[in-house]
């Protein structure tokens, strides 16, 4: 392949990548403009990109209508609840599946793969059932557990990928050096896999944080909904929607995703080069 050709496809897969981001930001860019846009902005016929008149007023009606904060703190604690959860359960069941090849290990991974095709609806029934004989409807401990349980397969299969990229000869050196099982797992593997516990970790966190189908059945009381659910609330009769708030709500209820992702964004690659420089 010539140096021209190469180059050719090279600003074809930049210009791919380009129209793909723009995709991507098109909702978010104008979930932002249409959150500072006054009233008549939002209801003109020839909508701008930016707006002529920011204002702050859609923010301070959506707190004032609903309950943002006591729901985002709702949403907090289930999530990150959950992303612990799946990470400890997740974590020792990856390594042992990972390190022992086995055809029971290989059809748990495939049960698992499996198991992410499950519509909600099939499973919505059975788990509404389950958690009313534990007396754990309307609460955030069964909506927790939900998610513990939906996030876990995935996890797991995420984690036996990481765990296989460790090379076993370093905890085959460390059990040579006279270290034990356990010091090898904590003081070699544990290291190497936190990349890819955290990476575990925030995909769990994402998942829970923007849930909505089973917070909406299984919270009743309005004090224990959490944010998606809540964000409903700005639809009125008949499908109206208050514009201005709903846009000014729903762009604060992606932040904290988008903040927490662009922190351990850089942690993740940082332990990466880490482990591959000490390796």
């Not at 370093?170 to 936190?194: F, K, N, Q, W």
Request: proline letters at 7%; a positive charge.
């Amino acid at each position: 392949m010539s140096m021209r050709t190469k180059r050719s496809v090279r600003a074809g897969q930049y210009l791919a990548l380009l129209c793909y981001l723009v995709f991507l930001a098109f909702p978010f860019l104008w979930l932002i403009s249409t959150a500072f846009k006054p009233a008549p902005e939002l209801g003109s016929l020839h909508p701008t990109w930016i707006p002529q008149h920011p204002t702050l007023d859609n923010f301070r009606q959506a707190f004032d209508e609903q309950p943002l904060l006591r729901a985002a703190a709702n949403s907090l604690i289930a999530a990150l609840s959950a992303g612990a959860i799946a990470v400890v359960i997740a974590t020792p069941m990856a390594y042992v599946m990972a390190r022992h090849r086995t055809r029971l290990a290989t059809a748990a991974t495939g049960w698992v793969v499996v198991s992410q095709a499950f519509p909600f609806v099939l499973l919505i029934i059975p788990l509404f059932l389950v958690l009313k004989h534990l007396h754990l409807i309307n609460t955030l401990w069964g909506l927790i557990m939900v998610y513990v349980v939906w996030a876990l397969p995935f996890a797991l299969w995420m984690l036996v990928g990481y765990v296989r990229a460790v090379p076993p000869e370093l905890e085959e050196a460390a059990a040579v050096d006279g270290a034990g099982r356990l010091r090898t797992l904590v003081s070699v593997t544990a290291p190497l896999l936190a990349p890819g516990i955290v990476a575990t970790a925030l995909f769990a966190f994402i998942t829970a944080w923007n849930e909505f189908f089973f917070a909406l059945v299984l919270l009743k009381t309005p004090e224990k909904q959490t944010l998606p659910v809540v964000l409903t609330h700005f639809l009125g009769a008949e499908g109206a929607s208050d514009l201005g708030p709903l846009a000014a709500a729903a762009f604060l209820a992606t932040l904290p995703s988008l903040v927490l992702f662009a922190v351990i964004q850089r942690r993740i690659t940082g332990g990466m080069l880490a482990g591959a420089v000490k390796s």
